[in-house]
């Protein structure tokens, strides 16, 4: 199996190996890349396997193989790599190649939300906004989402300045509501963008924007 750990080549072997493995994937030669992310990962370093974790779940420089991106996730996943835990939740909410589990999900998301990962915080979000393995509860999710706005997610900037714009799962307030949306627009969030268009106007003479109500 391709990610399958074992000590064998030096240290610094395994760092121009790794190396030469990020050259070549950022050059698109992603065979070679993958090539040497697996020699790094046989020294079970967590980046190698979280990146062969992705070329085998987009078909990248092999052939696109979600049993070995599960297996790869889930071994940096165990050395407490956060983007691989967060990828592991992404496997189980969707159902990428297993039955869809949104507790195992949960469980995986909340390890990563663990270390601050800031997807992690806003998959939280939605897994209480859904109530998909846990219970639904709007205030839980935009505790969530909050946690990932404030961190630069734009899509939980969205939905924070949504909630005070509509006081679901929040106290209304236009003022907090186009702050954050102003926020996820600056990111080119297009929901937040689309949204503005709608519900705000923007002052004419040189100063500030400011919200307003669009009856």
Known sequence: ?????????SLIAFADTYTDAEIAYRNGQYSKAFHFFQLAAKEGNKDALYN?????LQGKGTQQNLTEARNCFLQAAQKADPGAQYQLGNLYYYGYGIPK??????????????????PALYALGT?????????KNPYKATMR???????GDARAQ???????????????????AYEWLARAAEQ????????????FRTRQNGKET???NDS
Not at 1 to 9: L, P
Not at 101 to 118: N, P
Not at 145 to 151: C, I, P, T, W, Y
């Open 1 to 9: 199996m391709a990610c399958v750990v074992f000590s064998g080549i």
């Open 52 to 56: 062969l974790g992705h070329m085998h």
């Open 101 to 118: 589990d949104c507790q195992t999900a949960y469980k995986w998301y909340m390890k990563a939300a663990g270390q601050h990962y800031t």
């Open 127 to 135: 897994l209480h906004e859904e109530g998909c393995g846990v219970s």
């Open 145 to 151: 989402f909050r946690q990932a706005a404030e961190r």
């Open 158 to 176: 969205y939905q924070i300045g949504y909630r005070y714009f509509t006081g679901y799962g929040s106290r209304r307030d236009r003022d907090k």
């Open 188 to 199: 080119n969030n297009q929901t937040a963008l689309d949204f503005l268009e709608k519900y």
């Open 210 to 212: 400011y919200p307003v």
